[in-house]
């Protein structure tokens, strides 16, 4: 306890506001990630159609991926993520007031957007609130706070819709109480703004989008000692974007960093946003049930987060990301086939841990090998492997629900998470860092 509040003094104070900023913002998502799959099928809807509304919200964060990369490049990084909560926020009270099909599709799009806005901001954010010395423990700290006040947030949410539910005088688990906790939500999440806006961002040289010599036209690029195509190329490469063109001079880098990440994000999207319809329909638990066991399992992972940097220090941060995750996988197969209910929640709880307590080490060795003016980019990209497996594997688990029931899925799971933990152990293994 003493090593973390020296920690916690270590850090500057913008990034003590960040992380308040980001505990109030977490405590409201965490009651839309609690509710939403039992919120679309209170409402009367089909599975199919929440298949389809995972889709809509990754979709749209793909196809505005780069415009919205663009966008932080004029916001700047704090401005961009005070848009993207006004985003969650505008996506959460229109699910609350209006949720008929269509509007549901915009209030996913909103929330969609907010999300990639957010992944491509807040890791460069982090890593300009930070310095060599207090980096480590500022991504730990962030990813225990995250994951610690979802946590916190799950059981409150438990609580808050048996509340709303007595108040309006109907059952806790009506399509109209989970509407009024989105309402709640999405005040909350506004009221994350003032400690974000507060933060005084510290002040660097903008790179260029563009490099000087992206202004040559073709007539002016030098040709006279190389080949007419090369020069062609280099002249195309020169109008590229700086960032980009710093990502490309690594390309095996960035295909080793990305790699596993996509291969986790199609595991993930099979099975765990369902998994609050798992414990429900296997073992019949009520929404303080629900909350209560997933904000266990997301304190619990809070509080493993914090001990990352003390792993990595001895194994390295990629070999501490490789174990970890490794220990998750057979966790995972016991959870699908366990029948007794405290068996499935220690399972669950084990393997929450073990998968995700390092996840924050992934994304500071990301940021700590790609340039500066690159790392929006990259988080972004990193963004984008995470979340490509949502964009179909969502409707496939829908139907696989609906006809085969959870087993089939806990399987593909695993193994997907295993050929990750087997990529990123040989692409990164043998490093130290």
């Known amino acids: 306890m003493h090593h973390v509040i020296e920690r916690w003094r270590a850090l500057e104070t913008g990034a003590r506001r960040y992380l308040l900023h980001l505990a109030i913002l977490t405590l409201s998502l965490s009651f839309v990630a609690l509710y939403y799959n039992l919120a679309v099928l209170a409402l009367g ?33 704090r401005l961009a993520i005070a848009v993207s909560v006004v985003l969650y926020a505008a996506g959460m009270l229109l699910f609350a007031a209006f949720p008929q099909a269509a509007l549901l599709v915009c209030s996913a799009a909103l929330m969609g957007i907010a999300s990639v806005l957010m992944q491509v901001t807040a890791a460069p954010l982090m890593m300009r609130l930070s310095n060599d010395a207090t980096r480590d423990y500022l991504f730990s700290a962030s990813a225990a706070v995250a994951v610690g006040l979802s946590g916190i947030g799950n059981l409150g949410a438990g609580i808050l819709a048996d509340a709303l ?29 003032p400690p974000l806006l507060l933060i005084r ?16 036209t073709r007539a002016e690029v030098p040709v006279d000692d190389v080949p007419t195509w090369l020069a062609f190329a280099r002249q195309w490469f020169a109008l590229l974007p700086t960032p980009l063109r710093a990502l490309l001079r690594q390309p095996m880098l960035t295909v080793k960093l990305l790699l596993p990440p996509f291969l986790i994000s199609w595991g993930a999207a099979l099975l765990i946003p369902y998994l609050n319809l798992y414990f429900r329909e296997r073992f019949g638990l009520d929404n303080r049930a629900l909350g209560a066991l997933f904000a266990g399992f997301d304190v619990a992972t809070g509080l493993a987060s914090l001990t990352g940097p003390a792993l990595a220090a001895r194994l390295g941060k990629m070999r501490t990301v490789a174990v ?25 709880l084990a393997r929450v841990v073990a998968f995700n307590m390092a996840a924050p080490l992934y994304d500071a060795y990301a940021m700590e ?28 688990s829908t139907f696989v629900q609906e006809r085969y029931g959870f087993g089939p899925l806990f399987v593909a799971t695993a193994t997907l998470y295993a050929l990750s933990v087997a990529v990123t152990w040989w692409f990164f293994g043998t490093e130290r860092h």
């Open 45 to 77: 809807y089909s599975r199919g159609f929440l298949g389809m509304l995972q889709t809509v919200t990754q979709a749209v964060a793909a196809l505005l991926s780069l415009p919205l990369w663009l966008s932080v490049q004029r916001l700047g990084l």
């Open 324 to 348: 970890t995750r490794a220990i998750g996988v057979p966790l995972l197969l016991i959870l699908g086939a366990a029948s007794d209910l405290w068996l499935a929640i220690a399972a669950a």
């Open 369 to 396: 090998q790609t340039e500066e003016s690159a790392r929006p980019f990259m988080i972004g990209l990193l963004g984008a492997a995470y979340s490509a497996g949502f964009l179909i594997a969502p409707l496939i």
């Open 165 to 193: 539910g007595g108040a309006l005088g109907i059952p806790a688990d009506s399509g109209t109480t989970y509407r009024a906790v989105f309402a709640v939500a999405g005040i909350g999440a506004l009221a994350s703004l």
């Open 201 to 216: 961002e510290p002040r660097r040289t903008p790179a260029p989008l563009l490099s000087e010599s992206a202004t040559l």
